[in-house]
C-alpha cells in the first residue's frame, strides 16, 4: 500500500490570498512605496495594464534593490536622480511566474523554488484571482509538521504505555 503526503492533494486555491493589490505600469514608485509602507502594509503588488491584464509583480525587495543600488540605473544614490520619474513598470519583474488556482503545493514550492519567487499570482482565464507566497506555504507546512509531531508524541506514547503493561 503506497503512502501519500497530506500536502499532494493540497491546492493553492484553499491557501492563497485572495485580496490581491494591483497598480498599473505608470504608478509612480513613490506612491506604490508609499502604499507599501503607510496604507496597506503589503509587501508585493501585481502591475497590471488598463484592461487589468498582468504584466508584472513589483516587490518591496525591487524596491530596494534598485532605488538603493548604486550600481542600479534607477539609484537615487546617483548624483541628479531623485526618482520622481521612475514607475512601477520600470522596476516590475515582468511576466512572473504564475500558478492556477488547481496547481498542486508540492509543485508550486517546486516551481517557486526554480523561479527563486517568493510572490506568484494566481491567475485563471487571464484574470489575477488571488497571490500564494512563500510565507503562506511555509505556516501550512509548519502547522503540519506540529500536527505530524504531535500525532508521533501520541503514537510514541501509546508504544511506552503498552511496553510497560507487557
Request: aromatic share 2%; proline share 2%.
Amino acid at each position: 500500500m503506497s503512502r501519500r503526503s497530506a500536502d499532494l492533494g493540497l491546492h493553492v486555491e484553499q491557501l492563497m490570498d485572495e485580496s490581491v493589490a494591483r497598480v498599473s505600469t505608470d504608478a509612480s514608485v513613490s506612491t506604490v512605496a508609499d502604499t507599501m509602507t503607510t496604507q496597506s502594509r503589503c509587501a508585493r503588488y501585481v502591475v497590471v495594464e488598463t484592461d487589468a491584464k498582468l504584466v508584472g509583480i513589483i516587490t518591496d525587495r525591487d524596491l530596494i534593490a534598485a532605488l538603493l543600488t548604486a550600481d542600479s540605473d534607477f539609484s537615487v544614490l546617483s548624483e541628479g536622480q531623485d526618482g520622481s520619474d521612475i514607475t512601477a513598470g520600470d522596476l516590475m519583474t515582468a511576466d512572473p511566474l504564475t500558478v492556477s488556482p488547481d496547481a498542486e503545493v508540492p509543485k508550486v514550492l517546486h516551481q517557486m523554488n526554480e523561479a527563486a519567487a517568493r510572490h506568484v499570482p494566481v491567475v485563471e482565464d487571464e484574470t489575477v484571482v488571488g497571490i500564494i507566497t512563500l510565507d503562506d506555504l511555509v505556516t501550512h507546512l509548519a502547522g503540519e509538521s506540529a500536527h505530524v509531531s504531535a500525532q508521533m508524541d501520541n503514537l510514541a506514547g501509546i508504544i511506552r504505555s503498552e511496553s510497560i503493561s507487557e
